[in-house]
Antibody, heavy 119, light 106 residues
Framework: QVLLVQSGGEVKKPGSSVRVSCKTS????????LHWVRQAPGQGPEWMGY????????NYAQNLQGRVTMTTDTSTDTVYMELGSLRPDDTAVYFC????????????WGQGTLVTVSS | DIQMTQSPSSLSASVGDSVTIICRAS??????LNWYQQEPGKAPKLLIF???SLHSGVPSRFSGGGSGTVFTLTITSLQPADFATYYC?????????FGQGTKVDI
């Protein structure tokens, strides 16, 4: 059974950083890329970037370059997303999702992590 | 970036109705188009991939079509569980982009 389980909600001050984890299980960790998608209240999903657990390479959304870092821990099959210099408009639910290489689609998602940025 | 535009942004329907949602891409994406259903407070669920392939476990009342720049999601015989928001997403290139969503309500 494929599972992506995310860490719990966070409340952060503007200018600080947040790290969200996504622990995977039920499939070969290195066979899929792991993506992060966020959704601000009442808005559609926004793709943030991905990491390849196999090679460790990343691809980030241009508007987040310099603020976002995605990493993996292959010993625990966990991916991490760290977002720095937080602003109130970073308030959103953050999802991890896996994507198959051959036929790209987000077929399994984490449950979501609410990050609230407020002074 | 490839822009994805859905229409309508919302629609009202009744149980048993059939509805069609349209998704347009700002450039050709071949058949690299996925559809998701999202209920409030939950993660999106994959319904259709590669424009017309039904994801495992998804009821056959959902169907997708199209290629190039225009795609459709059709739900026949709406069930109570189908009242949700639907998003298209292109997997043709990076950055991955989503439509703004279509809310289907009663």
């Amino acid at each position: 059974q494929v599972l992506l389980v995310q860490s719990g909600g966070e409340v952060k001050k503007p200018g600080s950083s947040v790290r969200v984890s996504c622990k995977t299980s039920g499939y070969p960790f290195t066979d899929y890329s792991l993506h992060w998608v966020r959704q601000a209240p009442g808005q559609g999903p926004e793709w943030m970037g991905y990491i390849s657990p196999l090679k460790g390479n990343t691809n980030y959304a241009q508007n987040l370059q310099g603020r976002v870092t995605m990493t993996t821990d292959t010993s625990t099959d966990t991916v991490y997303m760290e977002l720095g210099s937080l602003r109130p408009d970073d308030t959103a639910v953050y999802f991890c999702a896996r994507e198959q290489w051959l036929v790209p689609k987000f077929d399994y998602w984490g449950q979501g992590t609410l990050v609230t940025v407020s002074s | 970036d490839i822009q994805m535009t859905q229409s309508p942004s919302s629609l009202s329907a009744s149980v048993g109705d059939s509805v069609t949602i349209i998704c347009r891409a700002s450039q050709s994406i071949s058949r690299s188009l996925n559809w998701y259903q999202q209920e409030p407070g939950k993660a999106p669920k994959l319904l259709i991939f590669s424009a017309s392939s039904l994801h495992s476990g998804v009821p056959s009342r959902f169907s997708g079509g199209g290629s190039g720049t225009v795609f459709t999601l059709t739900i026949t015989s709406l069930q109570p569980a189908d009242f949700a928001t639907y998003y298209c997403q292109q997997s043709f290139s990076y950055p991955r982009t989503f439509g703004q969503g279509t809310k289907v309500d009663i």
